[in-house]
């Protein structure tokens, strides 16, 4: 069952979804116009997240064969602890 949430609006943005509504607007209603709204904002912030890990791991994949060294299982579990606990 869905959850309703009430928003109070100044007149000018209800005349604006009211625009954007009914049979002058696209949407059929305002509860689908702001699901909508919702949901393509939620995509833009998923999205900058895979950007963001994009971001991080280019270089790597970039990255010249010779930039990598050759550590241990344990190494890296040992590195990831010391930097966790600020060492």
């Not at 954007?20 to 709204?37: A, C, F, K, N």
């Not at 930039?67 to 299982?73: I, M, T």
């Amino acid at each position: 069952m869905a959850n309703t949430i009430n928003v109070r609006l100044p007149e000018r943005l209800q005349a604006f979804i009211k625009a954007q509504t009914g049979g002058d607007g696209i949407y059929d209603s305002t509860s689908e116009y702001v699901r909508d709204l919702i949901r393509r904002d939620y995509e833009r912030i998923e999205e900058q997240k895979w950007q963001k890990l994009e971001g991080v791991l280019l270089p790597g994949l970039e990255a010249e064969e010779d930039a990598f060294e050759d550590v241990s299982p344990a190494e890296v579990i040992a590195a990831a602890k010391a930097r966790r606990h600020g060492g």
